[in-house]
């Protein structure tokens, strides 16, 4: 692709505090060949205000709001795809932000290499208190079914989706069934796409990943529902890949490792989320040390073991 168009969908519902950071690192991008598609989830609060101050920005392509309110992001991420004009899509949620040069540095990495569907870069994990930023290195491509098996089978990857490019023509050829999940919709997108060409991690923080007590990733993982629709997202792939031993066991013991860290609402969601997952299921556990070799190998060596 050169100088591809791309559609940057905003889906808000009651962001207003956030919108003009959100926005202004939309349509202040280095790189300037795109359209924004705003969608309003029926806000009660006065994001039509804030939203309405760039009615008259000549990147902006339409500004849709509901007359009900969804409660799906995904019903909304669906309706910003169908209406793109751009061969790439960027779904820039309403509470987060990014770097200015976010889109220029993942199309010029896209541009070094051959069937790519999808481009996501590192992100800040941050709070109104504090960021956790990570260290930055060169920039990855690998093959897609293979960063399914060896990166996606152990949780969703790209966690962020403020952070992430990936091809309307090929999203347009995937089952739309994550639509119909609340927390792990991403997650199921990702694994989908990725089965039809190559994925570029470009290793520096250009997305900034807004968390808060109350916003829907924390509530989703207190409720146990990030947990459990996580299985099903980890058992599709198991169903349609061809996995080894160590793929399955390491695979699984990273993801109970990961889900054992989650804050749960009581000790009933805790039961549940251990019923979903068995976690006796291969009868082999192993230790942390190991499972923290594992992780250091790959990123020091940047290699997928």
Not at 33 to 52: A, G, R
Not at 64 to 75: A, C, D, L
Not at 197 to 226: A, C, D, E, M, P
């Amino acid at each position: 692709m050169k100088n591809p168009l791309v559609s940057v969908i905003v889906p808000n519902y009651n962001h207003a505090r956030y919108l003009e950071q959100r926005l202004d690192t939309v349509f202040n991008q280095t790189y300037q060949n795109f359209e924004v598609i705003i969608l309003d989830d029926k806000s009660t609060d006065n994001s039509l205000e804030v939203i309405q101050r760039y009615k008259d920005n000549s990147h902006l392509s339409q500004i849709v709001v509901n007359e009900q309110n969804t409660g799906s992001p995904f019903k909304q991420w669906d309706k910003g795809i169908n209406l793109a004009k751009g061969e790439l899509i960027w779904i820039a949620e309403s509470d987060d932000y990014n770097e200015l040069t976010f889109l220029e540095e993942l199309i010029t990495e896209w541009g070094k290499h051959k069937d790519v569907v999808v481009a996501f870069s590192q992100y800040v994990l941050f709070t109104d208190d504090w960021a956790s930023k990570s260290k930055e290195h060169s920039a990855q491509c690998f093959n897609g079914i293979r960063y399914i098996k060896q990166r996606m089978l152990r949780g969703n990857q790209i966690k962020n989706a403020s952070g992430v490019l990936f091809k309307k023509n090929i999203y347009e050829q995937i089952s739309k069934e994550y639509i119909s999940y609340k927390s792990a919709g991403d997650y199921l997108m990702w694994v989908m796409i990725l089965r039809f060409g190559n994925v570029i991690k470009v290793n520096k923080n250009l997305s900034y990943f807004r968390q808060t007590i109350s916003s829907v990733t924390s509530s989703n993982k207190r409720s146990g529902t990030t947990a459990c629709e996580d299985k099903k997202v980890h058992d599709y792939i198991e169903k349609e890949y061809s996995l080894n031993w160590w793929q399955k066991r390491v695979a699984y013991a990273l993801k109970l490792e990961y889900i054992n860290t989650f804050q749960v609402a009581d000790e009933v969601v805790r039961m549940e989320i251990e019923s979903v997952w068995n976690k006796d299921k291969y009868h082999w556990k192993p230790n942390s040390f190991l499972l923290w070799m594992i992780g250091s190998l790959e990123r020091h060596l940047n290699i997928l073991l």
